[in-house]
């Protein structure tokens, strides 16, 4: 680590076979904290590359405990945080909607790192019990449409960097890395970026990978699209930009999607949508986000028949019992 570190305070850049090395490592436990903060913290000072962004993927993915689905037809809908705008729980209750429309999320996430809830946490202040147990996650999949994967259960480098992500409270290249290391490796993702920059990174990796990806940035900086402001979206057909009245939405405040100062202020936030309860912002985003989802697994979808699906998820009570049938099944 002391030689790679002089390295990159040099200006240099890793191999993608140096990446991959330095993460095995880390997944072995063989760096203390202060090393990985030193690490961690070069990535700040300058951006991180498509090779060692990919060496790092390499060995994630080389020593994660895999998931096998039988080549389900499913989404992973995931942001790679980030952005500092402490919103709540937006793509987490994405998940619910599009499964209330009948489709399949696997997603893949962990503890909120540099805001206040991540995807674990509010899915925990509700009673969910993570588990690596092939057999439930599969009738969580079947019977929830959604089946949620903690990462640090099924990556050892998640795991081991967990204390000191926290310990600094701010972006890491471990938020670019989330989204690319899915135990599973589902053919289908929507994915939110914090910058233009990234998006064009995850687009020359998903074109490799043969991955259906999605790539959402709001232009105000949030990784998702928010509905404060133009956003844009890259997927097989290019890039596009989009008003929020392009989809037949308001341009919202963004105090109005908030997650609040606590888990459980997030958390009530999210049991609003689901219920069909929460306010104009909080509802158009998560419809919104849930579209881009639904035309991704459904190529030809026009998207404002994307909308009144996800609309018809929320407003039948299909989304809150999906949410209500995993977490039944989740919370033994």
Same mark, same amino acid.
Do not use: W
């Given at each position: 680590?002391?030689?790679? *570190?002089?390295?990159?305070?040099?200006?240099?850049?890793?191999? $993608? %076979?140096?990446?991959?090395?330095?993460?095995?490592?880390?997944?072995?436990?063989?760096?203390?904290?202060?090393?990985?903060?030193?690490?961690?913290? #070069?990535?700040?000072?300058?951006?991180?590359?498509?090779?060692?962004?990919?060496?790092?993927?390499?060995?994630? *993915? !080389? @020593?994660?405990?895999?998931?096998?689905?039988?080549?389900?037809?499913?989404?992973?809908?995931?942001?790679?945080?980030?952005?500092?705008?402490?919103?709540?729980?937006?793509?987490?209750?994405?998940?619910?909607?599009?499964?209330?429309?009948? !489709?399949?999320?696997?997603?893949?996430?962990?503890?909120?790192?540099?805001?206040?809830?991540?995807?674990?946490?509010?899915?925990?202040?509700?009673?969910?019990?993570?588990?690596?147990?092939?057999? @439930?996650?599969? $009738?969580?999949?079947?019977?929830?449409?959604?089946?949620?994967?903690?990462?640090?259960?099924?990556?050892?480098? =998640?795991?081991?960097?967990?204390?000191?992500?926290?310990?600094?409270?701010?972006?890491?290249?471990?938020?670019? *890395?989330?989204? =690319?290391?899915?135990?599973?490796?589902?053919?289908?993702?929507?994915?939110?970026?914090?910058? +233009?920059?990234?998006?064009?990174?995850? !687009?020359? &990796?998903?074109?490799?990978?043969? #991955?259906?990806?999605?790539?959402?940035?709001?232009?105000?900086?949030?990784? %998702?699209?928010?509905?404060?402001?133009?956003?844009?979206?890259?997927?097989?057909?290019?890039?596009?930009?989009?008003?929020?009245?392009?989809?037949?939405?308001?341009?919202?405040?963004?105090?109005? &999607?908030?997650?609040?100062?606590?888990?459980?202020?997030?958390?009530?936030?999210?049991?609003?949508? +689901?219920?069909?309860?929460?306010?104009?912002?909080? $509802?158009?985003?998560?419809?919104?986000?849930?579209?881009?989802?639904?035309?991704? =697994?459904?190529?030809?979808?026009?998207?404002? !028949?994307?909308?009144? $699906?996800?609309?018809?998820?929320?407003?039948?009570?299909?989304? =809150?019992?999906?949410?209500?049938?995993?977490?039944?099944?989740?919370?033994?």
């Amino acid at each position: 680590m002391k030689e790679l *570190l002089y390295k990159m305070f040099e200006h240099k850049n890793l191999s $993608r %076979e140096e990446a991959r090395d330095v993460m095995l490592n880390i997944a072995d436990g063989r760096y203390n904290d202060a090393q990985l903060s030193a690490f961690m913290t #070069v990535f700040l000072m300058r951006s991180i590359t498509t090779a060692e962004l990919t060496g790092f993927r390499d060995a994630i *993915l !080389e @020593r994660r405990l895999p998931v096998d689905f039988d080549n389900v037809k499913a989404i992973d809908i995931v942001g790679t945080g980030g952005d500092g705008k402490n919103t709540f729980n937006i793509s987490t209750a994405t998940c619910f909607v599009v499964a209330g429309a009948g !489709e399949k999320v696997v997603k893949h996430g962990n503890y909120g790192a540099s805001s206040v809830s991540g995807a674990s946490n509010v899915l925990e202040h509700h009673g969910v019990k993570f588990t690596a147990d092939a057999d @439930r996650l599969r $009738r969580s999949l079947d019977e929830s449409g959604v089946c949620y994967l903690h990462a640090p259960f099924f990556s050892p480098a =998640l795991k081991s960097v967990g204390p000191v992500r926290k310990a600094l409270a701010v972006r890491t290249f471990f938020n670019m *890395l989330g989204p =690319l290391v899915n135990p599973m490796r589902p053919r289908y993702q929507l994915l939110g970026v914090y910058n +233009l920059k990234l998006m064009r990174v995850y !687009e020359y &990796i998903a074109q490799n990978e043969g #991955v259906a990806c999605t790539i959402v940035h709001s232009l105000d900086g949030y990784d %998702e699209i928010s509905l404060t402001s133009p956003f844009k979206v890259s997927d097989a057909a290019g890039q596009h930009l989009f008003l929020p009245s392009d989809l037949g939405f308001s341009t919202h405040q963004q105090c109005d &999607i908030y997650g609040g100062d606590t888990i459980a202020e997030a958390a009530a936030i999210f049991d609003n949508v +689901l219920a069909g309860k929460a306010n104009a912002a909080q $509802r158009d985003c998560v419809v919104a986000n849930a579209a881009f989802a639904l035309t991704t =697994l459904n190529p030809g979808l026009p998207l404002d !028949e994307a909308i009144a $699906r996800a609309n018809e998820s929320i407003y039948s009570g299909k989304a =809150l019992a999906a949410f209500n049938k995993f977490l039944e099944i989740n919370s033994l």
